[in-house]
């Protein structure tokens, strides 16, 4: 068949001068959601009872992670009993269809949420399903524990635009829990190395505190021996002066126990500080 004719905005290439090719670029970087994928190859189940839609979410996800399949709702269920029993990484994401025999999505949902503990940031859950009336089926789904929902018929690339939206999102949490328990474990050594510090300075006072008491036992047996060799006399300058030694010891006595109080409360006080960060740090 002829050539087409040329459009009145298009010129015949005998007409067009020769234009120099421009030098090759570097690829362009990948776009920003790409950039912040866990550090692992994401793991995505797929949950439905049908093997065409299965086949379906296999290749709008390819290239995105890996893809396991189970096709009912208690054959998810055991997937992810067995890979916690056995201390294998959970998935990523779960894709969940609603009507399947056995047990509904609505069930397997409330299952993960409920009885596995597994919340919104652990296992993200996208209900896809074509139940009717679809914004009833929707509030059912996010009232029962669901992330995100997507109805049926789908559009692939909204569904990977979707999944690829959560692992960034899951990424990114997993990203600042990190930090903030590196946070948490440099203040934890510094209330512990603070700690340690007051807990050596008790000992401190305890250990002068403990001198002290001997001391003051040996002035009071030097009192005793001086009140057995001489009477008790009111110008009796030796007794005065081991009397005044006694009250002197007393007093430095009562000024350390003041100050090894204080010591002990700010021990406790510390211990409080350090119980209650290892806290916050075990349920980060």
Not at 91 to 115: A, N, W
Not at 225 to 237: E, H, M, T, V, W
Request: glycine content about 6%; proline content about 8%; hydrophobic content about 35%.
């Amino acid at each position: 068949p002829a050539a087409p004719a040329p459009g009145p905005e298009q010129a015949p290439q005998s007409a067009q001068p020769a234009q120099q090719q421009p030098p090759p670029t570097a690829p362009a970087p990948p776009p920003e959601h790409m950039c912040h994928f866990p550090p692992h190859t994401p793991l995505v189940l797929s949950v439905d009872d049908d093997e065409v839609n299965q086949e379906v979410i296999r290749t709008a996800l390819a290239g995105v992670g890996d893809v396991h399949c189970a096709m009912d709702g208690l054959q998810a269920l055991k997937y992810l009993q067995a890979r916690r029993s056995l201390r294998q990484r959970c998935p990523d994401i779960v894709l969940l269809d609603i009507q399947m025999p056995g047990m509904s999505g609505f069930e397997v949902c409330s299952e993960i949420r409920q009885k596995l503990q597994l919340g919104h940031f652990a296992l993200p859950i996208i209900m896809i399903s074509a139940r009717a009336p679809t914004d009833q089926t929707a509030i059912e789904s996010f009232e029962i524990g669901t992330t995100d929902f997507v109805a049926k018929p789908f559009n692939s690339e909204v569904l990977k635009r979707k999944v690829m939206a959560m692992l960034q999102t899951k990424a990114e949490s997993e990203r600042i829990g990190a930090v903030a328990c590196q946070s948490y474990g440099v203040q934890l050594k510094s209330v512990q190395g603070k700690l340690l510090e007051q807990e050596q300075k008790v000992r401190s006072e305890g250990d002068r505190a403990e001198k002290t008491e001997k001391a003051l036992k040996g002035v009071e047996e030097q009192l005793k021996a001086a009140q057995a060799g001489f009477p008790p006399l009111p110008d009796d300058s030796r007794a005065k002066e081991l009397q005044d030694r006694l009250d002197a010891s007393e007093s430095s006595v009562k000024s350390l126990q003041g100050r090894l109080q204080a010591a002990e409360a700010t021990a406790a006080s510390l211990q409080e500080r350090l119980l209650s960060k290892e806290s916050d740090a075990a349920e980060l």
